[in-house]
């Protein structure tokens, strides 16, 4: 198993490491960062299997992390307070271990780790072409949207959606005829409903339609900026992170 750790206290994650090691030895470590923009950065590039995320890093709360990419990998927790644990389980969290870590504690998450986490992502390796036929059996995605318009209720077709954002923690439905929506969903929750293959998410802010992107130009720190129809509010920017993997998925 492959493992990275985000903690910016030399001293702890030095210790974390020595004790993962000492509990398993053919666990192989990856890399270790100290801030979410280290973190941002660097991973959606690693391959591993479990994270060791501290929650209060010099640059912020890790939790800012997953607003700015895509993690799908679990989780173990370790943190001097106890007032995020239920954030904690709202990700794909493992456990919650309280520093000082305790080698039981650390021994304990381990095995839960292995036994509800890896020994699942196994047996889905072991069968790719089973993995791909249900993938296909998969709905492609809402169809469309309820959204108010003052004391009504209307329908947004989502072939008529050209991007999702988010503003002021709310998150609007922008069209193709230049009207914004607001909907009842996280841009997170937005994002799941949404087909994979005709939205993308650029940006911790932004979901952008393969429909609806008039141009891409290159922006400044090797990001991109995306036009379409109509909105002017703000530039549209891919997140450099997500720059190669948006490229992909235009590509595909």
């Not at 198993?1 to 910016?8: G, H, P």
């Not at 927790?77 to 039981?104: H, Q, R």
């Not at 791909?132 to 108010?148: A, C, D, M, N, T």
């Not at 940006?203 to 429909?211: C, E, P």
């Amino acid at each position: 198993m492959k493992y990275i750790i985000i903690e910016d206290e030399q001293l702890a994650a030095k210790r974390l490491r020595s004790l993962i090691e000492g509990i398993r030895t053919n666990y192989e470590f990856v890399a270790k960062f100290d801030s979410i923009e280290s973190a941002t950065i660097s991973l959606p590039a690693l391959k591993y299997d479990i994270l060791f995320m501290d929650i209060q890093l010099a640059d912020g709360i890790s939790f800012d992390i997953f607003d700015q990419i895509r993690i799908n990998k679990p989780i173990i927790f370790t943190t001097a307070y106890d007032e995020f644990a239920l954030k904690a389980f709202k990700t794909n969290s493992v456990d919650y271990l309280l520093k000082p870590i305790g080698d039981e504690d650390l021994r304990t998450a381990i095995v839960k780790f292995e036994t509800n986490f890896a020994q699942k992502e196994e047996k889905s390796s072991e069968n790719p072409d089973i993995d791909k036929l249900i993938k296909s059996l998969q709905p492609s995605g809402k169809e469309r949207f309820v959204v108010k318009v003052g004391d009504h209720l209307k329908t947004v077709d989502t072939a008529d959606i050209q991007l999702v954002y988010s503003q002021d923690k709310a998150t609007y439905l922008f069209t193709n005829k230049g009207k914004r929506f607001l909907v009842d969903y996280t841009l997170d929750k937005t994002e799941e409903l949404l087909s994979q293959s005709e939205f993308y998410r650029i940006s911790r802010k932004f979901i952008v339609s393969i429909n609806y992107i008039k141009d891409i130009i290159a922006f400044t720190n090797s990001r991109l900026e995306i036009v379409v129809e109509s909105f002017d509010e703000e530039q549209i920017i891919v997140a450099r992170e997500r720059v190669g993997e948006f490229k992909e998925w235009l590509d595909r």
